[in-house]
Structure formats: structure tokens, C-alpha cells
């Protein structure tokens, strides 16, 4: 079973950046697909960015430029960095994960999920 587990949410001014992190366990890294998603009040929780097996991260287009994605396989972590934030970027933020099928940024493709972390940002 995989267990995600996030931190690094906060408030923030426009403008601040903040880090996320989402530390797996349960079963190798190495093995696990993983990505951020993200959850504003009253809309449909939408992918953020995807880590890709064979290349760079994909990114939802609201976020290209000013969110990074990596994985650093030693620690088993994931991590979101966040910069030039903005406030439609206030939501819970979720790490997820899966065994099968990397890339996606659709909620469709992952079995595993955090209880998320919440980023606000003020203007």
C-alpha cells in the first residue's frame, strides 16, 4: 500500500513562492508514477504537473513558467516549487500516485492520494 503524505503549504503574498513536499512510502520510489493536483473551493480538483518517466515534468498551462516539479528518489519525495504565486493559485494541493501510469494529469490515472495542503495567497 502507498502512503503519500504532504507539507509546505502556507500563506503567502502575491508574488512569495513556497516549496511543497509529499513523502511516499510503502513501495520503492523508482516504482511509483507522481504528481501534484490541485483543489480550489467549489471547482474540480485539476492536475498541476506530472513527472514523466523519460523527460521533463508535464504542466498544466496556468502554472508553465513559475512551478517546478522533481522527485528526489533517495528521499522518496516528491516536491512542487512554487514561484510568482498568484491568488488564483489558493487551493488544497494534493501529491498522487501510481504504479502503472506516469504523465497524466488527469485524476482517472492515480490510485493513490495525500490528504493535501493548503497554499493560500493574498493579494
Known amino acids: 500500500q502507498v502512503q503519500l503524505v504532504e507539507s509546505g503549504g502556507g500563506s503567502v503574498q502575491a508574488g512569495g513562492s513556497l516549496r511543497l513536499s509529499c513523502a511516499a512510502s510503502?513501495?520503492?520510489?523508482?516504482?511509483?508514477?507522481v504528481a501534484w493536483f490541485r483543489q480550489a473551493p467549489g471547482k474540480e480538483r485539476e492536475g498541476v504537473a506530472a513527472?514523466?518517466?523519460?523527460?521533463?515534468?508535464t504542466y498544466a498551462d496556468s502554472v508553465k513558467g513559475r512551478f517546478t516539479a522533481s522527485t528526489d528518489t533517495a528521499q522518496s519525495t516528491l516536491y512542487l516549487q512554487m514561484n510568482a504565486l498568484k491568488p488564483e493559485d489558493t487551493a488544497i494541493y494534493y501529491c498522487?500516485?501510481?504504479?502503472?501510469?506516469?504523465?497524466?494529469?488527469?485524476?482517472?490515472?492515480?490510485?493513490?492520494w495525500g490528504q493535501g495542503t493548503q497554499v493560500t495567497v493574498s493579494s
Open positions: 513527472i514523466q518517466r523519460y523527460e521533463g515534468p
Open positions: 510503502g513501495v520503492p520510489f523508482s516504482s511509483l508514477c
Open positions: 498522487a500516485a501510481d504504479q502503472r501510469r506516469c504523465g497524466w494529469l488527469s485524476t482517472l490515472y492515480y490510485d493513490y
